[in-house]
């Protein structure tokens, strides 16, 4: 009779392949579960928001919220406009001289708000904001967990769903929508700047052409690209902070990982919208 111990008779898997199916299973498992933690937490935090919306007895902590929104939003006005003007003028530099060679030079504002509209503002936005406050809250929230804050959440029946991580989901996603309409009207306009004084082109037909070139559509999917980004954000940043173990060293590897794991989150979700957009043919 064989046991859960003793491999059954004739089947025998060499060690190599053992280690190597371990090597490889392990890391799959525990992304499984990092995935599903995140999910997890993210219905977790929507069925709070309902049940704050439908009912009058619920709520989450709308000052706590106000107060986010403060400092995840307000206090990254500086970093957004200085890294969106930037953008804006690269974008002109780089692609003057390919339109100046097929005498389309006055073309560069379509290729400019186009390009921010659609794609750089929200990503660009949601990439600073992610260095910016994603990585602040996780390690906030590491910190509670380490002085056992949470823990004095639970025992007085406070849920930390709701009075920690859905006011910060909120702020994030808030913070984001608003700040990738200024970091696209900054752009657009400090490409207009450098194209005006540098490329000689009128300012009437830079921002004409700008405006004919979008429309409502360029705007709207920027600005959900950049609410789902703050979603992601926020919700991986809450979910390492809450999840930190290990002291002080944790707070670090879960302020580490919230910036990699939303940056690569934010790029793979970009694709799959670009993608759906493609496709249903929003371009």
Known sequence: MTTSETP?????TPGPIRRGVARVGRPAVETLEYLGGVAGLTLDAGRWLWRSVVLREVRFGRRAAYAQVVRVGVRSIGVITLVSSCIGLILVLQVA??????????????VVGLAIFREL???????????FAGASIAAELGTMVVGEEVEALEA?????VRFLVLPRVLATIISMVVLCVLGDVIAVFA?????VLGLGIGAGVYFNNTIDQLVLADFLTGVWKAGVFGAIMGTIACYNGLSVTGGAAGVGRATTNTVVHSI???IIADLIFTAVFFRLGWN
């Open 191 to 195: 490409g207009g700047l450098i194209g």
């Open 156 to 160: 007085h029946a406070l849920n930390p």
């Open 97 to 110: 001289p390919l339109l100046d060679n097929l005498g389309q030079t006055e073309m560069v504002a379509n």
């Open 121 to 131: 503002g929200p990503l660009i936005g949601a990439i600073v904001l992610t260095g």
């Open 264 to 266: 690569v989150s934010i």
């Open 8 to 12: 059954a008779p004739g089947i025998r």
